[in-house]
């Protein structure tokens, strides 16, 4: 019993020396736990004073930065009217300027329509006066040919007034009388030469190649242009009444030498009877005609 109770105060008193010599004192276990916790826990602390602090300066920069955001959008809402305004009076100042271009643009097209018509104007005035200045050309050169013709005929008119009496032409040593002037009707071939006959004469005999030229140029240049060429003949003393074909002067010669014209004589109506025409070659100068047509005559006395 003894012995048990020593053992047991024994393995206490071990247990207490091993305990005294194995581990460490208290203390020092407690600079150990703290040791341990301050590695385990943050250096520094924060403190609350300063965490207020950060917050408020925070809130501070997130209401400062609102504020700006805020008086940024009621600056453009607040210009929005200005600016309103500026664009309609730019609106207003480029619907002026439109109606200014549009003002512009209507007088030069009403100016331009004008010009346009004052030279469709001078292009007819310039058309016009270019037939003038033909007609007015086609004058002068028959003007000049008057007077050459005149010319010619002076001889002739002065030899005339001491050969042949007033109103005939002298030509070929032959005194002739003209129907040019309007107050000769045109008659036919038989009243012509009763004509003729009652002044003293008798319908032209145009038997030489020098008679012919000299009543062409005559008659060419009395022409009426607005007389047709049915009508513009000149009767002459010859026929073929008695055979047909057989072409014969008054006195009854026959004709030698004859001036038709292409595909004359056809006697095409029973024309009988001969006229000379203005032609521009005289030798193609005859047809014949019925004798019963209107035409104008020559007549044909010698000289004195």
């Not at 024994?10 to 150990?32: A, G, W």
């Not at 309103?84 to 331009?112: G, I, M, P």
């Not at 030489?208 to 009543?215: H, R, V």
């Amino acid at each position: 019993m003894e012995a048990s109770v020593s053992d047991g105060s024994y393995n206490k008193l071990i247990s207490q020396e091993d305990l005294s010599v194995n581990e460490p004192p208290l203390h020092s276990i407690r600079e150990k736990k703290q040791v341990s916790l301050s590695m385990v826990r943050p250096t520094s602390t924060w403190d609350p004073k300063r965490v207020l602090e950060i917050t408020l300066a925070v809130l501070a920069a997130v209401l400062l930065a609102v504020d700006i955001g805020l008086g940024v959008y009621y600056n453009n809402l607040t210009d929005e009217p200005r600016k309103v305004a500026s664009l309609n009076r730019e609106l207003a100042t480029l619907h002026k300027s439109y109606n200014a271009a549009s003002q512009r643009r209507d007088q030069s097209q009403k100016r331009l329509a004008e010009e346009t018509r004052q030279q469709q104007v001078t292009k007819w005035q310039l058309e016009h006066q270019t037939i003038r200045n033909k007609d007015y050309k086609k004058q002068a050169n028959k003007i000049q040919l008057d007077i050459a013709v005149l010319k010619s005929h002076l001889p002739m008119t002065k030899e005339g007034c001491r050969r042949c009496s007033p109103g005939w032409t002298f030509m070929n040593s032959v005194c002739y009388f003209f129907s040019f002037s309007e107050t000769y009707s045109r008659r036919s071939w038989q009243e012509a030469r009763e004509f003729c006959k009652k002044h003293g004469s008798d319908l032209a005999v145009v038997d030489t190649s020098e008679k012919q030229i000299a009543i062409s140029e005559l008659i060419n240049h009395h022409q009426d242009p607005s007389t047709s060429m049915t009508q513009s003949g000149f009767w002459i003393g010859l026929r073929d009444v008695d055979e047909e074909g057989v072409w014969s002067w008054l006195e009854g010669t026959r004709l030698l030498e004859g001036y038709w014209n292409d595909g004359e004589p056809n006697n095409y109506g029973n024309e009988d009877c001969a006229a000379t025409y203005p032609r521009d070659n005289p030798f193609k100068g005859w047809n014949d005609a019925p004798c019963n047509h209107y035409l104008k005559w020559i007549c044909e006395m010698p000289a004195n």
